[in-house]
């Protein structure tokens, strides 16, 4: 019995390891690398997501996964999202939203993933408000998506190189559908349909002043 506990818990101090050692200095992990904890699921279709190999799988029918382990809104932050996508996938990454039961979120902006899907707005689109015609990344591959917020602008990074700049005009306003505005909130990961296959794992921020 002793034993097994003590290699229950290497392994976990191991695992623990290997998560802290893709932390860059000043970020902060919001995944455990082991489960869900800390994030919320939409209560529409929760057996899309799965959690298999330290990442967040999302296969099947519409459903966002919100994070909801800090209590403080993010305004102007650095996250980086490590990601891979089998081939014809399509998904996003949320910014400044808020947790929703169902349905499409309402607030905040939503970073593309999608590399080979119909949808001509590829990875690194902020949907519908700056778009991208050519993915940087690949399918079967894992990249990182980096996504910067600082005042008005917003820049997204695929492996580090920025494929999307926008910066908001003064005079912008909230849609009604969807607010697509700069404001605070939280992050969620999208799971778009069940054709689709997108791994996200590796989740950490930096708060920016």
Do not use: C
Not at 49 to 60: C, L
């Amino acid at each position: 019995m002793k034993r097994t506990l003590l290699a229950t818990l290497m392994a976990s101090a191991v695992a623990l390891s290997a998560i802290a050692a893709n932390v860059e200095p000043g970020f902060t992990s919001i995944t455990d690398g082991k489960s869900f904890k800390g994030w919320k699921m939409a209560t529409e279709h929760t057996n899309t997501w799965i959690f298999k190999d330290g990442a967040f799988v999302a296969q099947g029918e519409r459903s966002h996964l919100y994070y909801v382990g800090d209590p403080k809104p993010f305004k102007n932050f650095e996250l980086k999202v490590d990601v891979k996508t089998a081939p014809m996938s399509n998904g996003g990454i949320y910014f400044h939203t808020k947790y929703q039961a169902e349905s499409w979120p309402k607030y905040g902006f939503e970073t593309q993933v999608n590399n080979t899907h119909g949808d001509w707005k590829k990875t690194g689109s902020l949907y519908d408000i700056n778009n991208v015609k050519e993915s940087a990344a690949k399918d079967n591959e894992w990249w990182t998506q980096t996504i910067t917020v600082k005042g008005n602008k917003v820049t997204v990074k695929v492996n580090d190189k920025v494929v999307m700049e926008y910066i908001e005009p003064s005079d912008a306003k909230a849609g009604k559908d969807y607010t697509r505005k700069l404001d605070e909130g939280t992050f969620a990961l999208q799971a778009h349909d069940p054709k689709s296959v997108i791994h996200y794992k590796n989740i950490r921020v930096k708060r920016l002043e």
